[in-house]
């Protein structure tokens, strides 16, 4: 039981709000607040596997076991920007997903002239 204290103490302290927003950085009179977007899950369990004695219904513990797991997943949202007084939000630019769509819908312009050569043929 205290493993899952622990764990559970562990997974409270890495959700906090500074995995949210950074520090905030200041030069020349702008301010940069950086934002991610932070998930979490976890889960636990335990259970005891049963020895049977004798020919009755008589059991007996064997073995116990319990364990507890989390995870954190963040990635870079943007970030605020404060100048003169003004905040305005400026968005992370995800290059790897920009790069998957351009292949998506290279892959798929291939498999529509493939179709379309494949239909004239006949």
Do not use: C
């Amino acid at each position: 039981m205290e493993n899952v204290q622990t764990i559970l103490a562990q997974a409270r302290d890495a959700m906090t709000v500074k995995r949210v927003f950074g520090d905030p950085i200041e030069r020349d009179g702008v301010t940069v607040i950086p934002v991610a977007h932070v998930m979490g899950g976890g889960g636990g369990g335990g259970g005891a596997s049963l020895d049977r004695q004798g020919e009755g219904t008589e059991q007996r513990e064997r073995e116990t076991g319990a364990g507890a797991g989390f995870g954190v997943s963040s990635s870079p949202a943007g970030v605020f920007v404060i100048k003169n007084g003004n905040v305005s939000w400026q968005p992370a630019v995800n290059a790897n997903r920009i790069v998957m769509g351009g292949q998506v819908v290279g892959a798929l312009a291939l498999l529509i002239i493939y179709l379309l050569l494949r239909a004239r043929r006949r």
